[in-house]
């Protein structure tokens, strides 16, 4: 396979505001300070990007927030476009005016005004606790199967609500089948055989048992920009890929 080496979008927005090819980009960086506008430019967006103070990436394909003074600008991922806002996140009903207010929205989800329903995505509940998690996993990975073995240990303090997320290919689509089908019956058996690892021991669903909740869980994770499992929405709103180093202190923000 052949991988497309892209350069840092900071490196090309600051090429640019200095009339640099991109192929130069990288002399840039030591002089953006002193950057001009290349010939054809509005004056305008030349000084905008002057005096670029930091970078924000947005959980959006391709655009990346950027501070310019006291300008918040939004640019393209290969610094062709720049939008002068405002721009709004929807998802939290707010106004995106500095980086800091940019990344802290961005690294998390308001799940209240989003109205997802874990339920509807087919999760098994483990725990008691108040405070509710929720919990992306696929049944074939290994590091969810790491991470489901540390759950019990805090089931009586947060509800981890398991949504089977099927993205390694048809044995995950198997086995998310299987469990869907047996927790449409019986979600305490599901919730024991996840965490057991004894799905493939679970008859074959018939039909289309089982698949709606994992097809609703698929499209929600594409909307979520879930990219790789497991992944964690904290009782705050706060996201998680991958396993955290230390999963207690990740769940209490410390």
Known sequence: MTTIHRKPLATLVLALAAGLPAAH???ADAAH??????EGVPQGIGAMLRGIQGMQRLPVAGVQMVQAGERVLFVSANGRYVFTGPAWDLWHGAKLESLEEGARLAERIDLKRLGLDPESLGALDLGNGEREVIVFVDPRC????????ELPGLAERYRFRLVPLPVLGPDSETAVARLGCLAEKDQAAAIEALLADTIDQLPSPEGTC???AAQRALVTAQLLGIAGVPYLIAPDGRLQQGV???LESWLEGK
């Open 25 to 27: 980009a990288a002399d």
């Open 142 to 149: 290994p590091h969810c199967r790491s991470l489901l073995e």
């Open 210 to 212: 089982g698949q709606t």
């Open 244 to 246: 955290p180093a230390d």
């Open 33 to 38: 300070t002193s950057a001009q506008a290349p």
